[in-house]
T-cell receptor, first 113, second 108 residues
Framework: DTEVTQTPKHLVMGMTNKKSLKCEQH?????MYWYKQKAKKPPELMFV???????INESVPSRFSPECPNSSLLNLHLHALQPEDSALYLC????????????FGSGTRLTVV | AQRVTQPEKLLSVFKGAPVELKCNYS??????LFWYVQYSRQRLQLLLR??SRESIKGFTADLNKGETSFHLKKPFAQEEDSAMYYC??????????FGKGTSLLVTP
C-alpha cells in the first residue's frame, strides 16, 4: 500500500457542527501532516506529527484540533468553523530520513455554510 | 527563515518547445528541495527530488547552490504536461514549504 487515504472526500458543515476528517497510511511513515489549500494557492502547513506527537502547530486556530491515535492514523477535528475555513484539506506522510518526499492524499473538500 | 520563490505564475509554451520552470530558494542550512505536480482534479504528486538526480516524465532539475536555484526543465513539452507545478523546500523540522506555484500550459 503506497497511498494516503482521506475520508470523506467532500464535507459540507454548518458553523455550529462538529465533524472530523480522517487520514490513513500503511507505508510505515512516522511523520504525518495536515495542510490547507485554497483555490489556486499552494498548500499551507497546519500541523506536523512526528512519532505520534505534535511537533509543529503553525498558529492554527483552536477550532481545528488534530489527533494522532496511532502511527497509521491522523484525524482533524473541526468545531465552530467559519465560512473562510472552506478549503481542500490535505493529509500527507513521509519518512523521517532526509531527502524523502511527502506522499499526499487526495484531500477532503470542506465547505462551511 | 526559509523561502521558496517561483517567479512565474503562468507559463505558456507550444507543444515540442523546451520549458523551464524557475525556482529560487533561501535557506541557511543544506536544502532538501522537491518539485511537486498537481494535475487538474488530481492529488499532489512528487515529481523530483534534488538528491536523486533522476529524470521523471522527461523532466530534470539540478540544484545550483551558487545561484540558490532548482529550476525544472524539459526539452520537449507535451500537452499532458499542463498542470500546476510547485517547488518545495523541507526544513530540519520536517515541514515542507511550497512556493506559490507555476501553472504550465502546453498548447498544440
Amino acid at each position: 500500500d503506497t497511498e494516503v487515504t482521506q475520508t470523506p472526500k467532500h464535507l459540507v458543515m454548518g458553523m455550529t457542527n462538529k465533524k472530523s476528517l480522517k487520514c490513513e497510511q500503511h507505508m510505515g511513515h512516522r511523520a504525518m501532516y495536515w495542510y490547507k489549500q485554497k483555490a489556486k494557492k499552494p498548500p499551507e502547513l497546519m500541523f506536523v506529527y512526528s512519532y505520534e506527537k505534535l511537533s509543529i502547530n503553525e498558529s492554527v486556530p483552536s477550532r481545528f484540533s488534530p489527533e494522532c491515535p496511532n502511527s497509521s492514523l491522523l484525524n482533524l477535528h473541526l468545531h465552530a468553523l467559519q465560512p473562510e475555513d472552506s478549503a481542500l484539506y490535505l493529509c500527507a506522510s513521509s519518512q523521517e530520513q532526509r531527502d524523502y518526499g511527502y506522499t499526499f492524499g487526495s484531500g477532503t473538500r470542506l465547505t462551511v455554510v | 527563515a526559509q523561502r521558496v520563490t517561483q517567479p512565474e505564475k503562468l507559463l505558456s509554451v507550444f507543444k515540442g518547445a523546451p520549458v523551464e520552470l524557475k525556482c529560487n530558494y533561501s535557506y541557511s542550512g543544506s536544502p532538501e528541495l522537491f518539485w511537486y505536480v498537481q494535475y487538474s482534479r488530481q492529488r499532489l504528486q512528487l515529481l523530483l527530488r534534488h538528491i536523486s538526480r533522476e529524470s521523471i516524465k522527461g523532466f530534470t532539475a539540478d540544484l545550483n547552490k551558487g545561484e540558490t536555484s532548482f529550476h525544472l526543465k524539459k526539452p520537449f513539452a507535451q500537452e499532458e504536461d499542463s498542470a500546476m507545478y510547485y517547488c518545495a523546500l523541507r526544513d530540519s523540522g520536517y515541514a515542507l514549504n511550497f512556493g506559490k506555484g507555476t501553472s504550465l500550459l502546453v498548447t498544440p
